[in-house]
Each structure stands twice: as structure tokens, then as C-alpha cells.
């Protein structure tokens, strides 16, 4: 019985159930259960991160997948484990752990020291060299100048419970909790960009109301400069959404105008764009189709970018103004995949020759997302890239579309490849989905996902 062991009168004390002790790692977390002497903890591995190859002399393991997928590697051997899987490993075998997804795995072993282990390189993301990269491009957003022009409107969430239905009809009857207000639309985009570091100004068309003004304190509160034109006839935009208490939407009330901003708003739009245009870095024009976005605006965005030698990225809405033709000139266009079959006015096509037709008609680089599908990019008729999507679980899609753009935007004002751009827009989404509400991401969630 070599492998027998008792260890008697340990001097470790055991950690309580409700003082976990946690130990940051390079591939994620350590949550110590037991104590450092009886290993008995919880790995939390992040997906693409992954431990060092390592052999112990001695300690003998078992490990538990609690939850995520992790891929196994022994020597020669590989194996994929998910929830439910368990492994024998005993001493003098190598082997390491990578996050296919975020994972918990939980951990048994014997007689735990540190110099019972011996590695032969170091634990850390699985592609260094990319992540390396896109962590510089995301630590540069800090400071840098953008300029977005586009339908900003106002969301409204009125949360409540619901325990009976009306008598006056088949409906349910929302007891009123709680009432929220945010940026939406282009604001989400701004507030995004603002919320990762950058500077960035607004220039878009409200209403002389209360929820025009509520978009100007909220602005104001996050610290962002705007142009907020007006006009007596139009009024702000507001999505008003009546969620239960575990935010399942129940109706969306819309209040709106989409016909075309008047000439002289447009003129006064457009002289305050090229009175900004000089000092950003990008431009991001945001269409919602609720007016703002003219074809000349379009157009003198465009020349602006040119003029300036900075990138002009183009969301757009085509059941609005937007048109095929307004998206020749941008230097990213990003439309999700309903959005590029009403441009095209194709809604049988394989999803790639969507991609490879639309980027024929437009001179810049189309980036196309596609939800639970990922993310393509296309130039020239050619598909460049696919990016799988990183959201397993969804929670609110609203905004994801603003994140991705802003996200872009900022990568392309500091130089990045569109490649580079597309796979931190698409990362991005990944986080805000699993949130409620048009959500924003910080540096910190960001680069965890990178």
C-alpha cells in the first residue's frame, strides 16, 4: 500500500463555510474550501485562459466539473469535460486545464505542498500574443476624442409585480415598484464609450419636453458633451417598457417621430459637426430611424472623416432614411443580419452570400452580426473572418447592437485592424447581453473577456 497516507495533528485550520478563502490566479480563481493542507477548493477557470502543465511528486487529485466545459490535457492524451465529469489523477502524471468556457471545477486532493509540484511553463491565457495585443488597443481607449451623431432617445423601465388580471380586460395588472430612465439609442452608444475611458461628444435632435430634458441631465451626470438641437413639432424619443419583477418584458410603449429632422436643423446638425469633426479621432453615426440621420448628414459625415483622415463607422437602420447607397463611403458599416437583408431586400440568401453581396455594393469593411451565430467580417465580396458568438447566457439583447458599434469605433480610433475591432465588438456584446437594460461594460469586464 505505498499510495497510503495519514497525516495526523495538522496545524492548518480549516477555512469557514462562510469565509471562503480566494486566491486570484493568471487562469482565474482559487476558492479554498477546506484548507491549504486537505486541498479541497473550487477552481474557477476562465474561458481561453488556462494552468501551467504540472506534475505533483506526491498529492493525488480528483476533480469534479461543476459547470462551463474545460478541455484536459495529460501528456499525449486530451479530453473534453463538462458538467458532471470527473478525473482520477494520480501522482507523477501531468497535466493542465483550459477554459473552453468559464468553468467551476472543484478539486480533491492529499497532503497538499507547494513544493510537491513542479511546472514546465506558465499558466495565462491560451493566445498570448492576441491577447497581448487587444489588451493594448483597449488600454488605449482611455482619452481618445469620438464624435457620435444619431437618434439619441430615452429608455424607460417600469418594473413591477403582478398577481392578478384586470377585470375590465384579459390583462394583466402591473403593480408599479420601480421606475428607471437611461440613454438609449445613440445615448447608449456615447454612454458606452464614455464608460470605457474615451471622450467622446453627442450631437443629435430632442424634444422641447421633460424626457428631453431628462436626456440632458443624464448626459450631463456621466460627463458627456452634447449638441442637443430641437425642434417645436418633434418630440423625444422614448422606448417605455413595462417589465415583471424579473425584468420579463410585458409591452413597450413607443413615443416617436421618424420623419426626416427639417432643413434648418439639419443645417445647424451638420455646422456643428464640422465645428467638432477637427478634434476626434472617429466618427460614429448611429441610425435609428427616427430622422436625424438625412443623407446629408450622412454625406458631410463622411467628407469629415475624409478631410480629417479619421474612420467614419456607420450603424444603420435601413427601414429608416438609411439607404444602400448611404453606406458606400463608411469605413465600417455594422448592421445585424435582419438589417442587411432589408437593405438588399433578400430574405432567403445563405447568411455568407448576405455578407459577400452587401460588402460588394460598400467601399469600407462591413462587420455583420448575428447574435448566437457570432460575428462575420467581409470586404469586397469576400468573407474575411468568422467569430463565434461568447453569450451563452442571454439575459436583455437590448443595446447589444450600440455596444458593438461604439466598441468598433473606439478600436478603429486607435489604430486597430478591423479583425481586432470586430473581435472585441463581439467580445463586448458578450457581457452587456447578460445584463438588463441598453447596459454598459468597463475596461476591467472587458479585457477578462479578451
Known amino acids: ?42 477552481l474557477m477557470l476562465k474561458k481561453d485562459r488556462r494552468c501551467s502543465m504540472h506534475t505533483h511528486k506526491e498529492k493525488d487529485e480528483v476533480f469534479y466539473i461543476q459547470s462551463g466545459k474545460v478541455k484536459l490535457e495529460t501528456g499525449g492524451e486530451e ?45 495565462g491565457h491560451v493566445d498570448v500574443e492576441r491577447f497581448g495585443r487587444q489588451t493594448e488597443i483597449v488600454n488605449s481607449f482611455k482619452g481618445r476624442s469620438i464624435l457620435v451623431v444619431g437618434d439619441c432617445m430615452l429608455d424607460r423601465y417600469t418594473q413591477g409585480s403582478i398577481d392578478r388580471i384586470s377585470p375590465e380586460a384579459p390583462v394583466p395588472v402591473v403593480r408599479a415598484r420601480e421606475v428607471k430612465e437611461m ?17 467622446v461628444q453627442i450631437i443629435s ?15 450631463k451626470d456621466k460627463g458627456i458633451k452634447s449638441t442637443l438641437l430641437s425642434e417645436s413639432t418633434r418630440p423625444t424619443t422614448v422606448k417605455h417598457r413595462i417589465v415583471s419583477a424579473n425584468m420579463q418584458q410585458i ?12 432643413s434648418g436643423t439639419e443645417k445647424r446638425l451638420i455646422m456643428a459637426m464640422k465645428e467638432v469633426a477637427p478634434s476626434a479621432r472617429a466618427i460614429l453615426l448611429t441610425d435609428y430611424a427616427k430622422g436625424v440621420l438625412t443623407s446629408k448628414v450622412i454625406s458631410t459625415g463622411y467628407s469629415l472623416g475624409k478631410k480629417n483622415g479619421i474612420p467614419v463607422i456607420l450603424d444603420p437602420k435601413p427601414n429608416g432614411i438609411a439607404s444602400l447607397e448611404d453606406l458606400k463611403d463608411a469605413s465600417v458599416v455594422t448592421p445585424n443580419m435582419r438589417e442587411a437583408r432589408l437593405l438588399l431586400g433578400d430574405y432567403d440568401s445563405e447568411p455568407e452570400k448576405i455578407g459577400c453581396k452587401l460588402s460588394s455594393d460598400i467601399r469600407g469593411t462591413l462587420v455583420l452580426t448575428r447574435g448566437g451565430d457570432g460575428m462575420d467580417v467581409y470586404k469586397k465580396g469576400k468573407l474575411i473572418i468568422h467569430f463565434d458568438s461568447h453569450s451563452p447566457d ?11 458599434a461604439a466598441v468598433v469605433t473606439l478600436c478603429m ?28 461594460l468597463t475596461v476591467g469586464e472587458l479585457i477578462d473577456v479578451l
Not at 484548507?35 to 479541497?40: M, Q, R, S, V
Not at 435632435?205 to 448626459?219: F, H, R
Not at 442571454?394 to 458593438?404: F, M
Open 394 to 404: 442571454v439575459v436583455d439583447v437590448s443595446g447589444a447592437g450600440d455596444t458593438v
Open 413 to 440: 480610433a486607435c489604430g486597430s485592424t478591423v479583425e481586432d475591432a470586430a473581435d472585441i465588438g463581439n467580445r463586448a456584446a458578450s457581457i452587456v447581453v447578460r445584463k438588463s437594460g441598453a447596459a454598459t
Open 251 to 262: 409591452v413597450r410603449i413607443d413615443t416617436e417621430e421618424s420623419h426626416p429632422i427639417s
Open 79 to 123: 479530453f473534453v469535460l463538462e458538467p458532471g465529469d470527473f478525473i482520477h489523477i494520480p501522482p507523477r502524471t501531468p497535466h493542465r486545464f483550459t477554459g473552453i468556457e468559464d468553468s467551476e471545477i472543484f478539486e480533491f486532493s492529499t497532503n497538499h505542498q507547494e513544493d510537491d509540484s513542479y511546472r514546465t511553463e506558465y499558466s
Open 183 to 199: 440613454l438609449g439609442g445613440a445615448g447608449n452608444a456615447v454612454a458606452n464609450i464614455k464608460e470605457l475611458g474615451a471622450n
Open 1 to 42: 500500500m505505498d499510495d497510503f497516507h495519514v497525516h495526523f495533528r495538522s496545524t492548518k485550520a480549516f477555512f469557514s463555510g462562510g469565509d471562503v478563502h480566494k486566491e486570484p490566479k493568471e487562469w482565474g480563481e482559487e476558492h479554498w474550501i477546506v484548507n491549504k493542507e486537505y486541498c479541497g477548493k473550487k
Open 205 to 219: 435632435v430632442v424634444g422641447k419636453d421633460g424626457p428631453g430634458q431628462q436626456i440632458k441631465t443624464l448626459l
